[in-house]
């Protein structure tokens, strides 16, 4: 299990992680969403103790990463697959590993084969292609059999095969009782992997709980309203507590589900043309969520600002 | 820190740069002895005629000890150490070991080679080591070439970038310290103080003007490189690796 | 001119050049100050060659800019990115050698005219005026030394492509190999007098007869046999040898 509580990170003047407290819990995959530069690489840095928080505190099943007795027995983690010594080869990189960590010579020829990287073990990492590094990563990430496991964007420019491949390998991991942790800018990548998610943005928690919730949560009703009175009747609508925004020559109605904004319809006697429930998708629900947190973003989804900003000043 | 000692020992011996680093310094400085001994005429050659060539592997020592650190930050393998082993002073302490007894073993073979070497070439009796000064001048290398590498990890993990540690850690010895000489006044007294030119006076004599004796010099050489290691250890637990 | 250009803007727009330039005009100009604010004029009375004292300094420092100003681009592999924008390597890299070089001129005309001038403020009862050629080349010179030494240090960046290993040739030659090999009998004088860097020496050390002139009274004198100008052609032919074979090298390798 891993806890955060008020995790923060400061770098000089720039916030990289702001107060930021989760849990992971054992046996399933749990995703780290978030926009690219939303402060996932810096918090794993700091689960892991090779950054200090600022402020805040995280720890694993209880302790702090640097307490931890030989903490590759513990926590695996692959956080940048270029982590290694271009001229040292695969199998010297896991060698010197479990040689800090007292593992048995056997356990490293296990997990090249583990991760299928055993006919390039003596060839230098620096020629690796990505797919390759990466399985190297993860070699060296299972090789003290930990509980905990963190992945930082683990698929992240690998083809089809090897996406397929690191997704299976997390359920099996997950299935076998560890906690993993892996964290992605994908939704969709993490609707197939993750069971439980983490979402940040810009530093800052935007939600915690299952994949499902997430959903939910997020592509909340809201409902396409088409009328030829659609001015009155947004005037209606927003008396009765609801959000409205313009799409086209329809509305767009938030806070409100189909039955209550047919039966005002009624009631004011307005005709409607359309009334139709909308269910978001997960891109859609991510970037709802996340969009005002985007720290870069292109001048096409800037134009969804003010919508997604009024809808995150509702929530809160 | 057996432990740690033997990753070190194999991070170290798994890339290439010490087997380079300790064939160039042996090369040099046992080849320059051969150049020496070879062109030598009047008088016979003597026991500080074989280490001539002793600045050569010790540069290159510097260089070889400093990339050790260096490249670990180049390359971020660094994160994936202190990952393995949290407890960075030891980390450090156990990489400073093994690359000084490297050092250490560089410098021995080197002393030694360039001695057999000119002694092959012309072997007097002024080619024999008999007295403690000659002991030091040859022996007495592999001791200067450890300590040196001790600093050359410190300011490589103080500075993290190969080209700014590697000309700190040259221009130093080469330059400022001789440099420090032309100051009028007091560029003597700043001179004999530098450490560098205190480790050279333990391995060739100390001179009448020297402020220490052989083996004060090296215990203030010493010093001088603990100094920096406690100086990086504290500033590399500090930062965000 | 384009490409003079573009080697000037990449040159610029990362932080070692500015770093390397204020650390060798710090290292010249403060030791300069340093020297004259402690010279004494019962045992040597501060001449124009004596300003120059912190030369060496800023000649390492120089090198070490123009090495990483190749090696960098190796590094991060923008050689890459380089060579795509402008496929012919040797304009590229004669552009690239040019712009350094101008910039280590800058660097040394400002180091070896600041000393002189720190030098003169310090001790203003001294004669500082430079007169003779011989205190033109001492002042004057050192922008022209330091060009074309960054020229040699463009091309082992070059052909070494690893900032470690480019700077500790440059540097261990420069201070090491260069005097130690006056330690090899008989023939070690006469190597020395051949080698590069002495040989470049001579344009700003070299009195008409260095032998009559005390240690105190600037560098250490140059004892290469050639005259001052001859001298430094040779060094430059010799910068340009060297850049010759790095281009025809990078023109053979992959990028």
Same mark, same amino acid.
């Given at each position: 299990?891993?806890?955060?509580?008020?995790?923060?990170?400061?770098?000089?003047?720039?916030?990289? #992680?702001?107060?930021?407290?989760?849990?992971?819990?054992?046996?399933?995959?749990?995703?780290?969403?978030?926009?690219?530069?939303?402060?996932?690489?810096?918090?794993?840095?700091?689960?892991?103790?090779?950054?200090?928080? %600022?402020?805040?505190?995280?720890?694993?099943?209880?302790?702090?990463?640097?307490?931890?007795?030989?903490?590759?027995?513990?926590?695996?983690?692959?956080?940048?697959?270029?982590?290694?010594?271009?001229?040292?080869?695969?199998?010297?990189?896991?060698?010197?590993? *479990?040689?800090?960590?007292?593992?048995?010579?056997?356990?490293?020829?296990?997990?090249?084969?583990?991760?299928?990287?055993?006919?390039?073990?003596?060839?230098?990492?620096?020629?690796?292609?990505?797919?390759?590094?990466?399985?190297?990563?993860?070699?060296?990430?299972?090789?003290?059999?930990?509980?905990?496991?963190?992945?930082?964007?683990?698929?992240?420019?690998?083809?089809?095969?090897?996406?397929?491949?690191?997704?299976?390998?997390?359920?099996?991991?997950?299935?076998?009782?560890?906690?993993?942790?892996?964290?992605?800018?994908?939704?969709?990548?993490?609707?197939?992997?993750?069971?439980?998610?983490?979402?940040?943005?810009?530093?800052?928690?935007?939600?915690?709980?299952?994949?499902?919730?997430?959903?939910?949560?997020?592509?909340?009703?809201?409902?396409?309203?088409?009328?030829?009175?659609?001015?009155?009747?947004?005037?209606?609508?927003?008396?009765?507590?609801?959000?409205?925004?313009?799409?086209?020559?329809?509305?767009?109605?938030?806070?409100?589900?189909?039955?209550?904004?047919?039966?005002?319809?009624?009631?004011?006697?307005?005709?409607?043309?359309?009334?139709?429930?909308?269910?978001?998708?997960?891109?859609?629900?991510?970037?709802?969520?996340?969009?005002?947190?985007?720290?870069?973003?292109?001048?096409?989804?800037?134009?969804?600002?003010?919508?997604?900003?009024?809808?995150?000043?509702?929530?809160? | 820190?057996?432990?740690?000692?033997?990753?070190?020992?194999?991070?170290?011996?798994?890339?290439?740069?010490?087997?380079?680093?300790?064939?160039?310094?042996?090369?040099?400085?046992?080849?320059?002895?051969?150049?020496?001994?070879?062109?030598?005429?009047?008088?016979?050659?003597?026991?500080?005629?074989?280490?001539?060539?002793?600045?050569?592997?010790?540069?290159?020592?510097?260089?070889?000890?400093?990339?050790?650190?260096?490249?670990?930050?180049?390359?971020?393998?660094?994160?994936?150490?202190?990952?393995?082993?949290?407890?960075?002073?030891?980390?450090?302490?156990?990489?400073?070991?093994?690359?000084?007894?490297?050092?250490?073993?560089?410098?021995?073979?080197?002393?030694?080679?360039?001695?057999?070497?000119?002694?092959?070439?012309?072997?007097?009796?002024?080619?024999?080591?008999?007295?403690?000064?000659?002991?030091?001048?040859?022996?007495?290398?592999?001791?200067?070439?450890?300590?040196?590498?001790?600093?050359?990890?410190?300011?490589?993990?103080?500075?993290?970038?190969?080209?700014?540690?590697?000309?700190?850690?040259?221009?130093?010895?080469?330059?400022?310290?001789?440099?420090?000489?032309?100051?009028?006044?007091?560029?003597?007294?700043?001179?004999?103080?530098?450490?560098?030119?205190?480790?050279?006076?333990?391995?060739?004599?100390?001179?009448?003007? *020297?402020?220490?004796?052989?083996?004060?010099?090296?215990?203030?050489?010493?010093?001088?490189?603990?100094?920096?290691?406690? /100086?990086?250890?504290?500033?590399?637990?500090?930062?965000?690796? | 001119? %384009?490409?003079?250009?573009?080697?000037?803007?990449?040159?610029?727009? %990362?932080?070692?050049?500015?770093?390397?330039?204020?650390?060798?005009?710090?290292?010249?100009?403060?030791?300069?100050?340093?020297?004259?604010?402690?010279?004494?004029?019962?045992?040597?009375?501060?001449?124009?060659? /004596?300003?120059?004292?912190?030369?060496?300094?800023?000649?390492?420092?120089?090198?070490?800019?123009?090495?990483?100003?190749?090696?960098?681009?190796?590094?991060?592999?923008?050689?890459?990115?380089?060579?795509?924008? #402008?496929?012919?390597?040797?304009?590229?890299?004669?552009?690239?050698?040019?712009? #350094?070089?101008?910039?280590?001129?800058?660097?040394?005309?400002?180091?070896?005219?600041?000393?002189?001038?720190?030098?003169?403020?310090?001790?203003?009862?001294?004669?500082?005026?430079?007169?003779?050629?011989?205190?033109?080349?001492?002042?004057?010179?050192?922008?022209?030394?330091?060009?074309?030494?960054?020229?040699?240090?463009?091309?082992?960046?070059?052909?070494?492509?690893?900032?470690?290993?480019?700077?500790?040739?440059?540097?261990?030659?420069?201070?090491?190999?260069?005097?130690?090999?006056?330690?090899?009998?008989?023939?070690?004088?006469?190597?020395?007098?051949?080698?590069?860097?002495?040989?470049?020496?001579?344009?700003?050390?070299?009195?008409?007869?260095?032998?009559?002139?005390?240690?105190?009274?600037?560098?250490?004198?140059?004892? /290469?046999?050639?005259?001052?100008?001859?001298?430094?052609?040779?060094?430059?032919?010799?910068?340009?040898?060297?850049?010759?074979?790095?281009?025809?090298?990078?023109?053979?390798?992959?990028?």
């Amino acid at each position: 299990m891993i806890e955060a509580t008020g995790l923060t990170k400061h770098y000089g003047r720039t916030v990289a #992680v702001d107060n930021l407290s989760f849990t992971v819990s054992e046996g399933k995959v749990t995703g780290f969403l978030g926009p690219n530069g939303a402060g996932k690489s810096t918090t794993m840095r700091m689960i892991l103790g090779l950054d200090r928080p %600022t402020a805040g505190d995280v720890r694993i099943d209880g302790q702090h990463y640097w307490d931890l007795h030989q903490p590759l027995r513990t926590v695996g983690a692959l956080l940048d697959a270029k982590w290694v010594h271009p001229n040292r080869s695969a199998r010297a990189h896991l060698r010197w590993l *479990a040689a800090a960590t007292k593992l048995p010579k056997r356990r490293i020829d296990e997990v090249l084969d583990l991760v299928g990287l055993t006919a390039v073990a003596d060839k230098n990492a620096g020629g690796f292609s990505l797919g390759m590094s990466q399985r190297l990563g993860i070699a060296a990430a299972l090789l003290g059999d930990p509980k905990v496991l963190l992945f930082d964007e683990p698929v992240n420019g690998l083809d089809p095969e090897g996406i397929l491949w690191i997704r299976k390998f997390m359920h099996k991991l997950a299935d076998e009782g560890r906690t993993v942790f892996v964290s992605s800018h994908l939704l969709s990548e993490m609707a197939q992997t993750a069971q439980d998610l983490v979402v940040i943005g810009r530093g800052k928690l935007i939600h915690q709980g299952t994949v499902d919730e997430f959903i939910a949560h997020a592509t909340e009703s809201t409902v396409l309203v088409r009328s030829p009175e659609l001015e009155k009747l947004g005037e209606y609508l927003l008396a009765a507590g609801a959000g409205i925004s313009d799409d086209g020559d329809a509305l767009r109605v938030s806070g409100m589900d189909s039955p209550a904004i047919g039966e005002l319809a009624a009631a004011r006697q307005i005709t409607l043309h359309e009334l139709s429930p909308q269910v978001g998708s997960l891109e859609q629900a991510f970037i709802q969520l996340t969009g005002d947190s985007v720290e870069y973003r292109t001048v096409e989804t800037g134009r969804l600002a003010p919508d997604v900003a009024a809808s995150q000043e509702e929530r809160a | 820190m057996t432990t740690l000692l033997a990753t070190e020992r194999i991070k170290l011996f798994t890339t290439r740069s010490p087997w380079w680093s300790a064939f160039l310094a042996l090369g040099l400085t046992i080849g320059f002895a051969a150049l020496v001994g070879l062109n030598h005429n009047g008088g016979p050659l003597t026991v500080e005629h074989s280490q001539f060539g002793m600045q050569f592997g010790l540069m290159v020592v510097s260089v070889m000890a400093a990339l050790a650190i260096t490249t670990e930050y180049r390359f971020a393998t660094i994160r994936a150490t202190f990952q393995a082993v949290p407890k960075r002073t030891s980390v450090l302490v156990a990489k400073t070991a093994v690359v000084a007894v490297l050092a250490a073993v560089i410098g021995e073979v080197a002393a030694f080679g360039s001695w057999v070497t000119t002694y092959a070439i012309d072997g007097g009796p002024e080619m024999a080591i008999t007295t403690g000064a000659d002991w030091r001048m040859v022996a007495g290398v592999g001791l200067v070439y450890a300590i040196a590498s001790v600093i050359s990890v410190a300011v490589g993990t103080l500075v993290r970038q190969s080209a700014g540690a590697i000309s700190i850690l040259l221009i130093w010895p080469l330059l400022v310290e001789n440099l420090v000489q032309l100051i009028p006044g007091i560029g003597d007294d700043i001179h004999d103080w530098m450490p560098f030119t205190v480790a050279g006076r333990f391995l060739n004599g100390t001179g009448p003007d *020297a402020p220490m004796g052989p083996w004060a010099s090296l215990a203030y050489f010493a010093g001088v490189a603990a100094v920096l290691l406690v /100086a990086s250890l504290v500033v590399a637990n500090k930062r965000d690796a | 001119m %384009t490409l003079l250009a573009v080697e000037r803007i990449k040159l610029f727009t %990362t932080r070692s050049p500015w770093w390397c330039t204020l650390i060798a005009l710090v290292l010249t100009i403060g030791f300069g100050a340093l020297m004259a604010g402690t010279s004494d004029e019962a045992i040597a009375p501060l001449n124009v060659a /004596a300003t120059q004292f912190g030369y060496g300094f800023g000649l390492v420092v120089v090198m070490v800019m123009a090495t990483l100003a190749i090696t960098t681009e190796y590094r991060f592999s923008t050689i890459r990115a380089t060579f795509l924008a #402008v496929p012919n390597r040797p304009s590229t890299l004669v552009a690239k050698a040019t712009v #350094v070089a101008v910039l280590a001129a800058v660097v040394g005309e400002i180091a070896a005219f600041g000393s002189w001038g720190i030098a003169g403020a310090i001790k203003p009862n001294v004669d500082l005026a430079i007169n003779t050629a011989y205190e033109w080349r001492a002042v004057a010179g050192v922008g022209l030394v330091y060009a074309l030494s960054a020229v040699v240090a463009v091309a082992v960046g070059v052909l070494i492509r690893h900032s470690a290993g480019a700077i500790a040739v440059l540097l261990i030659w420069n201070q090491l190999v260069e005097p130690l090999v006056q330690l090899i009998p008989r023939v070690g004088d006469d190597i020395h007098k051949w080698m590069p860097f002495n040989i470049a020496n001579k344009l700003v050390t070299g009195n008409p007869d260095p032998t009559t002139r005390d240690v105190l009274q600037g560098p250490p004198p140059s004892d /290469a046999v050639l005259g001052p100008w001859p001298a430094i052609g040779v060094f430059a032919a010799f910068a340009a040898v060297l850049l010759g074979i790095a281009i025809v090298v990078a023109n053979r390798r992959d990028a």
